[in-house]
Every structure is written in C-alpha cells, then in structure tokens.
C-alpha cells in the first residue's frame, strides 16, 4: 500500500488563489519530497524538506512538516493556470521513494 | 542535459507478446529506478538498482518481469509474455550519488490487447 497518502484527491480553485494539499505517512522517514506531474508527462520534483526541517520554501511552495503527526503540506501561493496538474508526495526511507497517490489540481483562468 | 530518455514513448501489443522497454538515465547519475503508474495501484516501484547492480526488485510482480542495466547508461525492463494487465506507463528515473531528488523520463505508455 501507498506510504504517503494526500488530501485532498481533488481540488479545483480560481486563478490568483492559493492551493494546499496535505499527505499524511506512516513510518519514519529520512525527507519527504513533493513532485507534480502534468498530464501525460513524467514526475518532475519540486522541494524536498528533511526530517529536522519544519518549513521550506522555494518560490511561490511553502512545504510544512509535523514529524510528530507524520504529515506534511504543500501550499502553492497566487496559482495560476499553469500550476494545473496532479501533485504527489514522497517519502524517502533510506534509498526509496514510496509516493502517495496524489492531489489533481485544477486552476481555472 | 538531454535528461531521462525512454524509448518507445508508446507501445502496443498483443497478449502473450514480449515485450521491452528501453531507458537512458541521466550522465553521472548512478541510481537507476523503474516505476509503473496505474490509476488502481498508483505509481509503484518495481526495481531499482546502483551502480548497475539490482538493489530492491521487491516490486516486480512476478516472473515475468525482468530488468537488466549492463552498463551505466543503459537499463531494460522486460515483459514476456504480456498480459493485458500489465497495460499501465512505465517510468524510468535517475539520481544522482548523494542526492535525493530523482529525475523521471517522459514514461513509455504500454497497452496490451
């Protein structure tokens, strides 16, 4: 079964807007990666946050870490139309990557 | 940098056909991973090897798959015989030593009839 498990499945918002996505884990982990795929295309990766970190940012991602809850979240600020794709969280445990099985967002112009 | 290169991007086949998928990891890197996307499962790890040696094939289904990397910049994935289950897109990913960000390929779409 998926380690990472995101919330929502599905979220559609306005241009402008911002966007979050939570995933939730189960064992320890060494980082948590987040990756975006759009569609009919490969996995591209987007920010990586270590198991000591508790926030990262990079650009418009703010990713967030609760160790203690085994969660995570990825906030996207001021979305625009291209930010439009599924989006999936990874834990990293030692070599390999177990993905969740991702949130598709949608943002309309 | 060219990036993760698989070959073919498509593939159609009938049952009970061989089947080979072809992937070129990224110069330098020395991860290779080899992963099947399906809307039921998800996206799965199926092998994964380092420095040309197999690590973890836990996720192989069975015997009918089989994965071979004979040099650093070559890996196969192997499907004999198909079976219309297998229908899914198949990925190829590299990383680099020491880093733990993985880069994936375009994927190689593979239906079984």
């Known amino acids: 079964s998926q380690q990472g498990e995101e919330d929502p499945q599905a979220l559609s918002i306005q241009e402008g807007e911002n966007a979050t996505m939570n995933c939730s884990y189960k064992?320890?982990?060494?980082?948590l990666q987040w990756y975006r795929q759009n569609s009919g295309r490969g996995l591209v990766h987007l920010i990586l946050?270590?198991?000591?970190?508790r926030e990262k940012h990079s650009g418009r991602l703010r990713v967030t870490l609760d160790t203690s809850k085994k969660s995570s979240s990825l906030l996207i600020t001021a979305s625009r139309a291209a930010d439009t794709a599924s989006y999936f969280c990874?834990?990293?445990?030692?070599?390999?990557?177990?993905f969740g099985e991702g949130t598709q967002l949608t943002v309309n112009p | 940098d060219a990036g993760v290169i698989q070959s073919p991007r498509h593939e159609v086949t009938e049952m009970g056909q061989e089947v080979t998928l072809r992937c070129k990891p990224i110069s330098g890197h020395n991860s290779l991973f080899w992963y099947r996307q399906t809307m039921m499962r998800g996206l799965e790890l199926l092998i994964y090897f380092n420095n040309n040696v197999p690590i973890d094939d836990s996720g192989m289904p069975e015997d009918r798959f089989s994965a071979k990397m004979p040099n650093a910049s070559f890996s196969t994935l192997k499907i004999q015989p198909s079976e219309p289950r297998d229908s899914a897109v198949y990925f190829c990913a590299s990383r680099r030593q020491g880093l733990y960000e993985q880069y994936f390929g375009p994927g190689t779409r593979l239906t079984v009839t």
């Open positions: 990874a834990t990293d445990e030692g070599s390999r990557l177990t």
């Open positions: 064992t320890s982990i060494n980082n």
């Open positions: 946050i270590r198991s000591n970190e």
